[in-house]
Every structure is written in structure tokens, then in C-alpha cells.
């Protein structure tokens, strides 16, 4: 006799994988363009505002989605939870393992390990890092969208550079790897507070780069709406398919960076960005 997830039109998945905040994500978006409107909208909160999820009530998650409580109850339910408070332990796990300062995570860098060769362990962490994330994303970044993403900026007659906080040495490093190529580009992320005075120059004919991460800034994803709202065609870079970027972007790449003690080194983000940069130039070359 087949089990409940066997059986057709049932949505349920098995209980056994949903044991942690991770896999949660992971079913979450390999069903997402089969949950129903109302469930997207709570599933997009869910994975774009954990902390949300973790501390809040049905009722202030319900009102900040914009859904009646019942549906928070059925999305828990949908999932395999016998109620919200069950799915809600799995983000509340996750604050715990993600919620130490940086003193903290230096210190539990530092536990245990000889003073002598210390800042050899750290280095090798952060190598092992920056090699795991580099090989997840030559399997996750493929060559149909690389090669896209390539063919919409090279179609910008000025490309647009947008990124704030973590994310935006990435767009800093290809401002500078344009400029040496020679291409046209304005980079968004001035101190004088005039971004919003420079992308009103952006149109259709241009195109732009978003990079956002989890928790996403605002001022970058208002900024990818405004530049979207003028035409023009963004290629966006980010780490979830329910990033608000991703959804409002011609082409994105999803990119996780593997993390060493809490810090997350930049290293396929900013390979990812050389090589758009230098494939970029190639089609302007060829056009």
C-alpha cells in the first residue's frame, strides 16, 4: 500500500526529512510552484524573514503577510507538522546556531587550538571554505544561465552595479574589472546618498547586476524594483529561489557560500563575478 506521499495530489512530505530548518528550505522550494498562492506568500516570509518566523506569533506573522492565522496553521500543517509551534522549533534551532557574535565565533575559532599554530588553522579553514563553495557553485551555476546573464549585459549600453553591505565588494570588483576592459558602467553606492539621482539615467537599453544576500537590503531590492519599473533587464545574484531579487531578475544565479566559524568568505561570489565580467567583454568584442 503506498504511502501518504505516494499517493496523488497528496503534497505531504515524509516527516522523517523535515528535521531540521535546512531540508524545511530545501522541500519548500522543490514545491514551490505547486503550493497554492496563499501558501507562497507565506513560504517567500518564511525563507526570506526566518528570525520573523522564529519569534513571532500566528497572529503578527499572519498580519505582516497579509493572510488570515488559519493559513499560517494550514502552511505548518502542509509541510507535515502536526502545528505552527512544531515548525516553528525548526527556525528557532536555527537562531540558536546561528545567533553568536563575533566575539563569540572568534572565540570558538580559537578553542582548543594551539596559540603556535593557530593562524595556520584559521587559514586552512577558510580555504576549505572558499573551495567548498566554488565547487557547489560549478555544479549549481550552469551554462545556460551563465552564458544569459552574459548576453543581457553585454545587450546594456551602461551596465548598472547594485549591492550593499557584504555584497558589495562583489559589484565594487566588477566596476573595477569594467573599467580595465573597457566597458561602461556606474557603480550604485555612493556615500552623498545620490544612487537614486544616478539610476534615473537607467533605461532599456541598459541593463544591471544585483547582488543580495539573506537578509536581503532593503535599499538594494528597492532599488532592483525601481530599475525594473524603468525596463530595464537585471541579471541578479543571490542565495534562494524566494529571494525578492530573483523574482523581479531576467537571469539570477543562486549561490550559497560555505561558511568557516560563522564567517562567510565571499570566494564563488566573487569568481562568479570576474568570469560574468570577462564573458561580458568577450560578447561586446564579438557584437
Known amino acids: 500500500m503506498p504511502s501518504l506521499t505516494d499517493q496523488p495530489g497528496n503534497l505531504l512530505p515524509e516527516r522523517a526529512a523535515l528535521t531540521g530548518y535546512q531540508p524545511l528550505k530545501e522541500e519548500i522550494v522543490r514545491r514551490q510552484k505547486a503550493l497554492p498562492k496563499r501558501l507562497l506568500q507565506i513560504a517567500a516570509f518564511a525563507l526570506d524573514k526566518p528570525d520573523e518566523i522564529a519569534f513571532g506569533t500566528v497572529s503578527s506573522i499572519a498580519k505582516h503577510i497579509g493572510v488570515p492565522p488559519s493559513a499560517i496553521i494550514r502552511f505548518a500543517q502542509h ?82 552595479l547594485v549591492a550593499r553591505r557584504r555584497s558589495f565588494p562583489i559589484v565594487s570588483y566588477m566596476a573595477y574589472a569594467f573599467g580595465k576592459l573597457g566597458l561602461r558602467c556606474e557603480l550604485a553606492g555612493s556615500s552623498m546618498g545620490t544612487d537614486g539621482d544616478l539610476l534615473q539615467f537607467a533605461g532599456p537599453r541598459d541593463a544591471a547586476f544585483v547582488v543580495s544576500f539573506s537578509p536581503y537590503a532593503s535599499e538594494t531590492v528597492a532599488q532592483a524594483r525601481f530599475l525594473r519599473e524603468r525596463g530595464v533587464p537585471l541579471v541578479s545574484l543571490t542565495d534562494s529561489p524566494f529571494s525578492p531579487i530573483a523574482a523581479i531578475s531576467n537571469v539570477w544565479f543562486e549561490v550559497v557560500e560555505a561558511d568557516y566559524g560563522g564567517f562567510r568568505p565571499l570566494s564563488a561570489s566573487m569568481v562568479l563575478a570576474l568570469a560574468l565580467s570577462v564573458a561580458v567583454a568577450e560578447r561586446k568584442q564579438w557584437d
Open 79 to 160: 509541510f507535515g507538522f502536526d502545528g505552527f509551534v512544531e515548525m516553528q522549533r525548526l527556525f528557532r534551532d536555527r537562531m540558536r546556531e546561528r545567533s553568536s557574535e563575533y566575539e563569540e565565533r572568534l572565540h570558538s575559532l580559537s578553542s582548543g587550538v594551539d596559540p603556535d599554530d593557530g593562524a595556520g588553522k584559521t587559514l586552512e579553514g577558510f580555504l576549505a571554505a572558499g573551495r567548498q563553495s566554488m565547487e557547489s557553485a560549478l555544479h549549481s551555476v550552469s551554462h545556460e544561465v551563465f552564458s544569459a546573464a552574459a548576453s543581457v549585459l553585454a545587450d546594456g549600453e551602461t551596465i548598472y
